[in-house]
């Protein structure tokens, strides 16, 4: 027995352990000096490690240990050099006082530290930790099995029960065939429907054992797979396919059945109302459209039926070499539109046409809606594919055959986009006429497109020397086209010119945007107003002063009307002079326009009649964006709404500042002051020494005129640019003060050193300056915070409003609140799908959602809140109205958060309080419901809001669908590395809707009263779910 202690073990075990140690590799052994720690005697052993155990022994040759060591609870620090000369040392602590020890010693320091680290891991700790994670994974591993043991009793019972059916079925079937034997024998007259009918019988019996059993071996199949979920929601995807085709087929056959033939036939008959040409051009290739989906739905019906083995790749290559169809349809559009709208001025026609519209079949839409469809129909697939991608396994047979054609059909969706630009733009203009009493031949014009409307102010009207103020109380609804400019008011549903300025020729007019130093004008007028004055009646000039809703509503107008006019402008200095103008007009030189390296083109034109750039690198889009030669709208717009998603503010204005200096530099020097240089692209904004300019005895005149000249057209160029980019998107500049602060020493260092700015660009740049300060003194918001949080507390609790309050007022009141979250959203937060990526970066599209969320409950809650089922029908009623009220008021955002509360299982479980709802409010909920269903991308509520008069509150959610559905069809880059500007004009079109509807206000005043906290009751948050 060996003796530790005074503690006594039975030494034969540890002897085997010890030799167990020897013959074991990987255990930590060798010599080491040895002593304790009330000893200074060191004695030579032979040392071995094994598990928690110590071995020494007197020599590695020895049977015997001489002793052992319990490492269990141990601790093994390194050692102090002693006195005696021992420098490798560690110590064995016996004790947690550490006042027992044993001390070794060893000849080098990394063989100390393999001991120390050798014996620090010994414990058995670590063996029991894998002991507890081993029995846990037991447990999981038990449960499991009892999942499965469950799963497969389940199975079993289903077995147990299908073999019953198919028993039942066999009695069944052998019942009916001796009914059939007896009935033979009794009769051989039977005739042959009697046989049919039996054999059907028995066939339909057949046939339904030979479903259950496949089923059920589908079923099996399909719970077993490991890609189970993600095909469940891919089948889901399938199925939304089938369902939309099936829509879709059936909006074809109602352009075919309804409008294509019955015309056809017309246009056959003795008085015909148009030609076969023109409905050529109406229809052209709708009813082989309609024929290719006909055959495209019966195949996916039929692979449906094969469910859940399901192919479609097939389709899909039957459906692409099919689509140059649409695109000879999309490029015709335009032209059908057009000879539409030329048809419509025959009275025969536009009668026959009207009685057309008014079918059953065709649910009010008009003949432009069906149209339109097919163009719809192409990025709808892009939306499908790209969802059933995402649940496909990546070893799946039709993957690669589903991004083909997605590839494909991404490409036909930006030429589609590029093709129906121009057609959205008409459609729009001929909205505009028909709500205009009398129309307005001016807007028959096809090459003239739309560019903004809104309400403004009639200030004062100066006709034939005579000034007088308008007296109507009320905004004009304004429209604003790249020709024309229309004013008009209105009378009952309709919008009537306004007599002697209603119209207004844009080519003939000057605009006034500074009449702060007007006597005859007030203070309101000095701020938000700027005047018009038409020279189309010379000598008796028309003027007529517009005041706009806030200082960015008049800089908006005022740049689009200036730069609709510089357009017009340039286009008639082209006619006039045509080459010989030093702004050679860009139509001229088709040089301009040819594809290189860094540019490529589209096929279809912009406003001004130039092709669209579809990719350019950045250099080439800046390039584009300062020159004079290029005067666009439509691409001004698309650049300073989109460039955030492929540069910076500071490189924008880097650029337009090097612009301005680089003309600036081809100036003779005349002795006038030298102009700053180029200010730095960095955040350093010292002044640097200028650029050396040219002496003026070195050139002749012409060149100083023509230098002159171009410096003028430039300075004019960059002080328009500079001057939208404040107007539409100041938000820029406050977002990043190092921005603002560079364009201010821009603008103070032009102000005070450029003696060769002419008095036009001397009052840009005044008019850039009082926009400046108009926009920082506006940056008060409105009290959204304050009123929501009255409604809404920080428990989640939700109010109850009184049901005394007027449901007309109501609906006003949430209409202006609406308005107001939805003008607080800035165009920023639109892009790169922000909302969903990071959410810091468009906080007020997610407070906007997240109102939408509340407001629903809101609804819910306070129907729930009636003790009586009474009180509760009354409440519904009364909302039911209140949504009714809002569609009326254009609020499509509250109509869908109202309907969404009423439609609440909690809601629509209350069969007693339903019962007892007027049948009318039930008839009106269901009207409403079908307007903001979810169905097909939200068709329905999309149609109403085209057809709407704006002031309008659009649902959000409807604009950030397609957003996404751009954003995730359509990449940022081609493969060449060039900026995909097709794709920034398709996000630009989206987003500027948005920005009509935000910019066109609500002639609503809010009643503070209506939103004090001693109207409304509190009640908790009630389960809806």
């Known amino acids: 027995m060996i003796s530790y202690w005074s503690i006594r073990y039975i030494d034969n075990q540890f002897i085997n352990a010890a030799a167990t140690a020897r ?55 390194r050692s102090v050099v002693h006195d005696d000369g021992k420098q490798f040392t560690f110590t064995v602590f016996l004790s947690n006082d550490k006042q027992q020890s044993v001390i070794f010693a060893c000849d080098s320091e990394s063989e100390c530290l393999k001991w120390i680290n050798a014996i620090s891991a010994s414990s058995m700790q670590k063996y029991e930790q894998e002991k507890e994670e081993l029995q846990q994974k037991l447990l999981d591993v038990e449960k499991r099995l009892e999942a499965e043991e469950n799963a497969k009793m389940e199975y079993l019972t289903f077995s147990e029960e299908q073999v019953i059916t198919i028993k039942s079925l066999r009695d069944e079937n052998s019942k009916l065939k001796k009914q059939i034997d007896e009935l033979r024998s009794e009769s051989k007259d039977i005739s042959t429907n009697e046989e049919e009918r039996i054999n059907a019988v028995v066939c339909s019996v057949a046939h339904r054992w030979y479903n259950l059993t496949r089923w059920r071996k589908i079923i099996d199949m399909y719970v077993k797979s490991e890609h189970a979920d993600s095909m469940k929601k891919r089948n889901r995807v399938l199925w939304q396919l089938m369902k939309s085709e099936e829509e879709y087929v059936s909006q074809l056959g109602t352009l075919v059945n309804c409008f294509y033939k019955p015309l056809r036939m017309a246009a056959s008959s003795s008085h015909p109302p148009l030609s076969h040409a023109q409905l050529n051009l109406i229809f ?55 000879v539409l709208t030329q048809c419509k001025h025959n009275t025969h026609f536009y009668t026959l046409l009207e009685k057309h519209e008014n079918k059953p079949a065709v649910y009010g839409y008009s003949i432009e809606m069906y149209l339109t469809f097919p163009i719809q129909r192409i990025p709808g697939y892009v939306t499908l594919l790209n969802q059933l991608l995402a649940f496909t396994p990546p070893d799946h047979v039709e993957r690669f055959k589903f991004e083909e054609a997605k590839s494909k059909l991404q490409e036909l969706s930006v030429v589609i986009y590029e093709q129906t630009s121009d057609s959205e733009s008409m459609y729009k203009t001929l909205n505009i006429e028909k709500m205009i009493n009398g129309g307005c031949h001016v807007l028959f014009d096809t090459n003239q497109h739309f560019v903004r409307q809104g309400m403004l102010k009639l200030a004062a009207v100066q006709v034939k020397g005579t000034y007088r103020k308008d007296t109507k109380v009320g905004p004009r609804h304004c429209f604003l086209f790249t020709n024309h400019m229309l004013v008009t008011e209105r009378i009952g549903e309709q919008l009537s010119i306004s007599k002697d300025f209603g119209l207004i020729a844009l080519n003939h007019c000057i605009l006034i945007e500074d009449i702060s130093d007007d006597p005859t004008c007030d203070k309101e007028q000095h701020c938000f107003g700027f005047r018009v004055t038409l020279l189309d009646n010379v000598p008796d000039p028309r003027t007529i002063t517009l005041v706009a809703e806030s200082p960015q509503d008049k800089a908006s107008w005022t740049v689009d009307i200036q730069q609709c006019i510089e357009n017009l402008h340039s286009e008639s200095t082209h006619n006039c002079y045509g080459r010989s103008s030093y702004t050679n007009d860009p139509r001229s030189d088709p040089r301009l326009f040819v594809d290189g390296t860094f540019i490529k083109y589209s096929l279809r034109m912009n406003s001004g009649q130039t092709p669209k750039v579809r990719y350019a690198s950045l250099d080439k889009l800046l390039e584009r964006l300062m020159d004079a030669r290029f005067l666009g709208v439509e691409y001004l717009n698309t650049f300073l709404l989109t460039y955030r998603c492929f540069t910076d503010g500071h490189t924008v204005l880097g650029y337009i500042i090097n612009t301005y200096y680089d003309a600036l530099a081809k100036l003779p020097d005349n002795g006038v002051p030298e102009s700053p240089s180029y200010l730095p692209k960095n955040n350093n904004f010292e002044k640097h020494s200028p650029p050396p300019r040219p002496s003026i005895s070195s050139i002749n005149s012409d060149s100083v005129f023509m230098a002159a000249k171009y410096y003028s057209e430039v300075a004019m160029r960059v002080f328009n640019v500079i001057k939208s980019w404040i107007s539409k998107y100041f938000q820029d500049f406050v ?45 008060a918001a409105y009290p959204l915070k304050e009123i929501y949080e009255t409604y809404f507390n920080k428990r989640g609790n939700y109010c109850c409003l009184s049901l005394t309050v007027d449901c007309d007022v109501l609906a006003r009141q949430m209409t202006i609140l609406e308005h107001w979250s939805l003008t607080e959203i800035q165009p920023n937060e639109f892009l790169d799908k922000s909302w969903v990526k990071d959410k810091e970066k468009a906080p007020n599209i997610c407070s906007l ?63 007693y309080t339903w019962a007892i709802v007027p049948q009318e409010m039930k008839n009106s909920l269901n009207t409403l419901k079908d307007l903001v269903s979810v169905s097909n991308r939200f068709k329905n509520m999309k149609s109403e809001i085209k057809r709407c008069d704006p002031p309008c509150v659009p649902y959000i959610g409807v604009y950030l669908a397609d957003l996404i559905s751009i954003e995730e069809g359509v990449q940022n880059l081609n493969s060449n590395g060039l900026i995909n500007f097709a794709k920034m004009r398709m996000l630009a079109h989206t987003i500027l809707e948005i920005r009509l509807y935000q910019q066109t206000y609500y002639d609503i005043q809010v009643r503070k009263t209506l939103h004090n906290k001693s109207n409304i009751t509190r009640i908790s948050c009630l389960s809806i779910t």
Not at 40 to 49: E, M, R
């Open 284 to 338: 052209r290739n709708c009813e082989t459209l309609y024929y290719i989906h006909q055959i495209f739905l019966q195949g996916l019906q039929v692979r449906m039926e094969k469910w859940p083995v399901l192919v479609l790749g097939d389709l899909f290559d039957m459906l692409l070499p099919l689509l140059v169809v649409y695109q000879d349809f999309v490029r015709n559009h335009a032209t059908s539109l057009e």
């Open 849 to 911: 959602m997240q109102r939408c969320d509340k407001m629903s409950n809101m609804v819910a809650s306070e129907v729930l809140a009636g003790e009586t089922a009474s009180t509760r029908a009354k409440t519904i009623a009364r909302w039911v109205n209140i949504a009714a009220l809002c569609r009326k008021h254009n609020n499509f955002a509250s109509l869908l958060q109202i309907v969404a509360g009423l439609t609440f299982s909690a809601i629509q479980r209350l069969k």
């Open 735 to 779: 977002s990043d003060p190092s921005l603002y602060q560079r364009l201010m020493i821009f603008l103070d260092q032009v102000g005070a050193n450029d003696s060769n700015m002419t008095q036009c660009g001397r009052k840009a740049v005044n008019i850039i300056r009082r926009s400046l300060a108009l926009q920082e003194a506006s940056k």
């Open 23 to 77: 013959i074991t590799s990987g255990c930590q052994s060798g010599v080491l000096n040895k002593r304790s720690s009330d000893s200074s005697k060191w004695q030579t052993k032979w040392c071995i490690v094994y598990k928690n155990l110590l071995f020494y022994f007197e020599r590695e040759s020895s049977a015997r240990p001489s002793g052992v060591i319990l490492l269990e609870g141990t601790t093994c620090e």
